[in-house]
């Protein structure tokens, strides 16, 4: 009976205090989702309750919605697609002509503050107000290259309202440059009021100065109307007896009303620039020399020309050939070919013969002229070369080439320079 009493009275009273741990335990996993160990929270617990909330519907709507707004407030990491979308055909061939393809992973896209002044790169898509300026005409004139100046020529213009005529004074030059050996020349001046070349003037040659003063009038009559397309045009001339005049160079007034209306007379002084290949095309003219030693006798056949200067107004020439043998600077012989009419790459195929004995060959020279036939005035000449010992460039090359090579016709284009008859 003690046996009985004393077993009872160490086994454990029994009442329901497991039962109620067992509730308390189910409404503490309901209220309180997270499980802490160390102090943290179990996330494996709750992935482990959110597997089992896709497949067991069980679990309580508190516990899902303490979930949801679990994972919600963890932070989560986003991804840039750094791989092109997928495109057509026709996209892809664009693409290749693009610069440079960006790759948007490696921008930096932080505003940081940038200061005025920074490389060039970072100038790219400002507008620049230089690249919208209007161009000077200085800066016009620089971009065309450095222009030769050879002196000044003064002249002054004025228009007769009753003689409905443009009047020219040339007054003077100064700083010319020496062409003769004796460290002077004798310059001239030629006029003309382009796009006519029929009406030129030119003045008086003065001897020896390089600071001529001519004091001459001229007279070009013209509709006032029609002095807005019209030009003026200088050549300056230095004289030489024996050989073709040289050209010092050029005053061009495309303005005419450029310093005034013209109803009073104007003073106008103008640089004088260099003369070039380019502001002188008069055009070429082909020939062939063939020289005959036992014979004594030379053939100039006239070939052609091309790219005349036009004479008249309606832009074509009426243009033949004239040479002369020359010795010692005398015309010994002129001979001419026929002339064709309107036109400015005329086709000759012309003979022309001087008897030269061998003795004489090299004492002369030829001077060749394209003119342009005036039915009513004189006679203009478009342009001239020369060939001979005394020549210059391609004239003396050519003539040397036709002694070198006797008996056979020696063929060359040469370019006409401006000079008188």
């Known amino acids: 009976m003690e046996r009985k009493m004393w077993r009872s009275k160490s086994a454990p009273p029994p009442s329901s205090t497991p039962v109620i741990e067992c509730k308390v335990a189910e409404v503490e996993k309901k209220n309180l989702p997270e499980v802490k160990v160390n102090g943290r929270s179990n996330v494996k617990y709750l992935e482990g309750a959110m597997k089992i909330s896709q497949t067991s519907p069980d679990i309580p709507a508190e516990v899902q919605i303490a979930l949801r ?58 507008i620049k107000p230089e690249l919208y300026k209007q161009k000077s005409v200085d800066s016009e004139d620089e971009a065309k290259g450095h222009v030769e100046i050879c002196g000044k020529l003064s002249f002054s213009l004025l228009y007769d309202y009753e003689e409905q005529a443009l009047v020219v004074r040339i007054l003077k030059a100064l ?103 380019e502001s002188i095309d008069l055009g070429e003219i082909m020939y062939s020399l063939c020289y005959l030693p036992t014979a004594g006798r030379m053939t100039l056949t006239v070939i052609k020309c091309r790219n005349l200067k036009a004479m ?7 243009p033949y050939v004239k040479v002369y043998l020359v010795c010692n600077g005398r015309r010994l012989k002129k001979r001419k070919t026929t002339t064709k009419k309107s036109t400015l790459n005329p086709v000759y195929n012309e003979a022309i013969i001087f008897d030269i004995p061998p003795e004489n060959v090299e004492q002369v020279s030829l001077s060749i002229m394209v003119m342009d036939y005036d039915r009513v005035g004189h006679n203009e000449v478009i342009g001239v070369c020369r060939a001979g010992p005394d020549a210059v460039g391609l004239g003396r090359d050519h003539w040397n080439e036709m002694l070198a090579y006797p008996r056979k016709p020696i063929t060359h284009w040469h370019a006409l320079g401006e000079g008188t008859p």
């Open 69 to 126: 707004e679990k994972i919600s407030k963890q932070p989560t990491k986003i991804q840039r697609q750094t791989t092109e979308p997928t495109s057509s055909s026709r996209h892809n061939s664009f693409r290749r002509h693009l610069p440079r393809q960006m790759n948007v992973s490696s921008v930096n896209f932080s505003m940081d503050k940038v200061p005025l002044r920074q490389s060039s790169t970072l100038s790219i898509g400002r």
């Open 175 to 277: 700083d010319l440059p020496a062409k003769d050996f004796t460290g002077t020349s004798d310059p001239y001046v030629k006029i003309y009021l382009l796009p006519e070349r029929k009406k030129k003037f030119q003045t008086r040659v003065h001897r020896k100065t390089l600071n001529p003063t001519f004091d001459e009038t001229f007279r070009f009559p013209v509709a006032y109307d029609e002095l807005c397309n019209r030009k003026l045009h200088f050549s300056v001339y230095d004289f030489d007896r024996f050989t073709s005049h040289d050209m010092i160079g050029e005053v061009v007034v495309d303005n005419l009303f450029e310093l005034s209306d013209l109803s009073r007379e104007a003073v106008v002084w103008k640089d004088i620039h260099a003369a070039t290949t």
């Open 312 to 318: 008249d107004i309606t832009g074509s020439s009426d």
